[in-house]
């Protein structure tokens, strides 16, 4: 068990969290209405205290931030996006089971 990762980031502080991170980041861009994200989201915090010590784990609010969205082409939500080295690694959309998404994060690891 590592500690909780989960960081709030959006157009200030992408960069730096996301893209220059020394660890993978797995991003989940959610908003506050979308059921499917709602309920993902305890399933993305205990991943990011379980994989704490390995990968960095952000949401991005695409309400607050849509110029984040933008440039990854997420046009449903959720989304959840593995970069590592600053690059996308992969992505994935919608409302999936742990198992799938710890499969996910293995990808990075």
Known sequence: ??????????????????????????????????????????????????????IKVAKVNIDDHPKVAEPYGVMSIPTLMLFKEGKVLDTL?????????EAFIQKAL
């Open 1 to 54: 068990m590592g500690e909780n990762t989960l960081v709030h980031v959006g157009e200030d502080n992408f960069e730096e969290e996301v893209l220059k991170a020394d660890k993978p980041v797995l991003v989940d861009f959610w908003a506050p209405w979308c059921g499917p994200c709602i309920a993902i989201g305890p399933t993305v915090e205990a991943l990011s205290v379980q994989y704490g010590d390995r």
């Open 93 to 101: 959309v919608g409302l999936v089971a742990k198992e799938r998404l």
